[in-house]
């Protein structure tokens, strides 16, 4: 019933979302899901939810399930490549099982209502 | 001697204002521990709803206005902008320890304009009863874009020099379009539109000027948290940017204030249009400003200046520049 | 003619009152790409202070008023209601491109009352100082239930048939629960339950009146936001929701603008409580009314409903139908 | 007898203040499965409004005040909180199937004081026009912290015993120091900071004042939300902590009533001001309390404590308690 | 230490988080964590956070950690063919390993405090 | 390209927030996500995003992504022994594969703007 593929996670600035949903969308992938978040790594501490002045470096997790295993390094280097050198983030791949797999197909664009 | 003693006396009482107490209360709670925290989206909202007042008002007022009057002002709010990056570019950038494109990037915070200190200023001036021309706020464009684009240009050529690239070429309309769709420059504009066009006298008396003064309590005291959480990145940078960050607020301003002080003598500019201009040109932009500049220059270091500007530029620009230019419009004008 | 004049004057003079001015500004900077947002918290907290302070007015006024008159009024509202996802069922749902359950749906929607839009008619009726009796919004009710409900049972009749099952069973009962207990109605009975049973007219008078009209311009500000952006998703089903999204409305306000006259030379049903039951009826639900169709027509696209509604519908029921209803009642009741 | 009757009339007149209407209405719409929400940020907001302009008040007072008149209601306010915790400590936490470390973190509660019950008390007065020494309100940490302490410290010295450790020490100043940073503490005494050092009082009057019975309605509201979403927890655990929750607030509110009388004829405290003191007595921490004991006494069920105080103790402490000393008080004192 | 076990994941519509809700515990697991998301998939961008009239429709994604396989695909399975011809959504799987592994399984309702 | 990493996942109450990163940074990782959650167990629903004067139990989960498959098994026994007598919480590991690996070994602190 399932099957294999491969989910990309990004965690990073929320002023490059737009920039790295373009990479996934460039490389066909056509779904992604985001959260909020908050952390810390290498970088400063940052923040979410709390009020502030520099809102705009709230962290968000970016999340990507992307069925073809080359593809999904595709995304997670260029976006490391591009982005990283300059901007917090960190990016990582996981192994799942998903199920209705043809929708994690590039080019897949049906669906129900 | 006595001016400087009205000076003193006038920076005293100004300390007693709630807007200048909320401040400080903010940065005094916030090095005290406390869990204290306004929510997000009341802070978002509070913003929006002040500079939709000062477009508002802005707007209502050019209507009635001689647009002539408007003309030197513009120019001074425009000329303050540009200057201050220079200055920034020749001086803050040339130190030792400071990476050219961050000094670049925070003379141009300090260029742009702070909606929040702006209101400060304006809060300060009502409750002393001092007249100004209400669509002196509405030049705020007039000095933050030039100021942001200015700095991204300068930084982009600095760097792709540094690249060995020869072609700097920089998209202007690119970036004042990204400054204007910010969401500060964007409720100042739609105010402005909605009160030049429409006719919102009835709801801006009934709504909009009375939680003015409020909502300004609350931003003062988010802004006073806010400085002493970004003083602690500032640490971790060169201490020239806290110099600076002390500094360039006062001497702006006053720049600002020698200016608007000619326009007062030779266009008879009001006093109060004279203080504000100083207020905007000694503020630094901590809304649209910072994520404008961490998209645009990519590698200059976001510690440095938001730690200068919001860490030290704002608290000095409003507990110290606006009494000061108070202070000195009552010894220069006789207010 | 003349009566013509008047009314084209009337629309005209009503571009520049602040409710529409806010909605309009709201879609121009969401076309020009603002990045301008209002937390959703604000958001929500402005419409539950709306349709409390609906509620609240009209429980204190029922407490006061002669029930006998607001049979008539009532009578209406439900057939208007009914009348409207009928009228629904047999034009836009049987037209080529439109999927039955998608045409019964946004029937459904236009059938049901949208609170933003039934408070901004009321805002613009108290700054043209027109008198209407304080019970009517609290009609609301009455269109709006009987509408979804009607919707869901003809959806659900249609399904079934498809199905080849013969039990199209619904639960009404079921539908009119979940109605009830959605934010809107439940702000709306919440406020009309205190305004009877308890004595709220000093807060009322202090607190949820004044901020009544400046909120619903911010309210006014993110509908025009949120219908430039649902225009995208309509453009991608078939044209003619949007069609039914400029027509419905005033077809939907007249018919009741007609029925509400007669209750007025019948009963002396006040000309602003014949405005308010036509903004009701050109209004179609944006709060309550997508989640509750969503849930109970799974199989009906929100592309469909939402897009002709919030993108379409409301602001044509703002900002025309509004006008043309209280041109028409100069003209036909001389106010 | 008369007594007895003026003490009814004046509890069932109390009921038809919006104060308690909405508390009441709040816990009706939970009841029926209403999905209103208002939204987190809204409430936390409503809490740091009604908080600093109680703290405002209390320090704009204090500065014209006598001193020696706050001594003997502040040793009563902390004499009161100590003896709360002691009384359930050798009641509540003696019951059966009540665990130690459950009845003394609910007896803490209970001594600790809530910043919303508060603000009702001071709007139910300020309706009926009773005049209170305006520092009464800023007594709050002088009942809330020594509460808690005592508390935290009981339940440690417990909990060190059973574990046959002999050392139970305690970090009395720690808990202090965590009490006074907490939101509720921090916003109140940030208040009474500005209340004594600047000179707030055009914004006091323009914007915090106005908008405090206003929003302590909506907080009302979703007290009661929120009291009918804690009695569920309640089912879960021994039948005493609901007892507690309806008598405790009671009994202690006649305790501070008690004391205060003594204050009134012996040094003139206010009616008024006996009234707040009993309704500080009555209530229950519900803002700072419940994290605070949490991280303090892991091991106690935070659904005990909550779910008696805010399931039970608040609403019988602002729906009968509050009622209950007013009538008491016209009974005491005549006015 | 660690135990084997399955992490089913929903990302749905917030309009149907009850429903999905009511399948997990129907089949017998006692615990879920919800979080709230934006994303964009085969279905329409959706929002989250944003003022919208419609955010009855903003994603979430709930997480429902299982000892037993099979359960793990029973719930995916029953979810997809319940809704997901009508709601947007997707779902997958992946391998985790649990402490406390007695927690994950079916019926479990102890606890401390 | 891609390094192994463990990812050790906590869902527990806001209100031990500080000690669950204490515990993190004090084994030696540096970086850590939170989100904001809500959810049940075998404890009490947690609310989150409600209104709530018990706002401070929301629930949270915090993700540490560690190179070190001990480290990362030592927080989670140390978070689980710590707390989870006395506060409601889960904690799981995963196993993936992260880019950039040098930034998830202990004592990791440069990085670039
Ligand atoms: N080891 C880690 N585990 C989990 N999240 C991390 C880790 N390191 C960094 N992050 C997340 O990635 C963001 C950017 O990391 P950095 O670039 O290291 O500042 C941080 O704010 C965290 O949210
Ligand atoms: N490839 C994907 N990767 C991650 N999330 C996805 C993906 N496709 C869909 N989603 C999420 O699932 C939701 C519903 O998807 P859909 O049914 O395809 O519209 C989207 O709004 C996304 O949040
Ligand atoms: N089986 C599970 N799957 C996913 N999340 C869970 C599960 N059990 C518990 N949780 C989460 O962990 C929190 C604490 O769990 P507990 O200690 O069991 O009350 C819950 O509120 C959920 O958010
Ligand atoms: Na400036
Ligand atoms: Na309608
Ligand atoms: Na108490």
Known sequence: MTQPATKVVIVTEEVILNGVIKIIEDIGVRGYTVLSARGKGSHNVRSGGQPSVTAAFTNIKIEAIVSDRAKAEQIADTIASKYFANYAGIVYLSQIEVLRGEKFKPGFSGGGA | MEAVFDLAAGLVKQFQKPTLGFLIAGMVIAALGSRLTIPDAVYKFIVFMLLLRIGLAGG???????????????????????????????????LPGVRKEDGIA????????????????????????????????????????????????????????????????VDVWGIIKESLQGSALSALLLGLALGL???????????????????????????????????????????????????????????????????????????????????????????????????????????????????????????????????????????
């Open chain 2, 60 to 94: 209502m007022e050019i209507r009635e206005a001689n647009l002539g009057d408007m003309i030197l002002p513009a120019a001074i709010a425009v000329a303050v902008g540009l200057g201050i990056v220079l200055l920034g570019r020749y001086t803050l950038a040339l």
């Open chain 2, 197 to 335: 066009f429409t006719r919102p006298e009835a709801v801006f008396e009934s709504f909009y000027d009375p939680l003015f003064k409020g909502l300004l309590s609350v931003l003062m005291l988010i802004m006073g948290m806010e400085a002493y959480a970004r003083l602690n990145e500032l640490r971790k940078v060169a201490h020239w940017y806290a110099v600076y960050g002390v500094v360039a607020p006062l001497v702006h301003g006053l720049i600002a204030f020698g200016l608007g002080t000619i326009a007062h003598f030779t266009m008879g500019f009001s006093p109060g249009g004279v203080i504000l201009l100083a207020v905007m040109a000694g503020s630094s932009s901590d809304i649209s400003g910072p994520p404008t500049l961490r998209a645009a220059i990519p590698s200059a270091n976001p510690s440095t200046y938001v730690g200068s500007s919001t860490g030290v530029g704002t608290p000095v620009a409003i507990a110290i520049g606006i009494p000061l230019y108070l202070a000195l419009a009552s010894v220069v004008f006789g207010i």
């Open chain 2, 106 to 169: 925070t003379a141009g915070l300090f260029g742009a304009v702070s909606g929040s200190t702006l209101a400060a200023g304006m809060g300060l001036l009502e409750a002393e009863g001092i007249f100004y021309e209400g669509w002196v706020p509405a030049l705020y464009p007039f000095m933050d874009i030039p100021a942001l684009v200015l700095a991204i240009v300068l930084a982009k050529v600095y760097l792709s020099k540094q690249d060995g690239q020869s072609n700097g070429k």
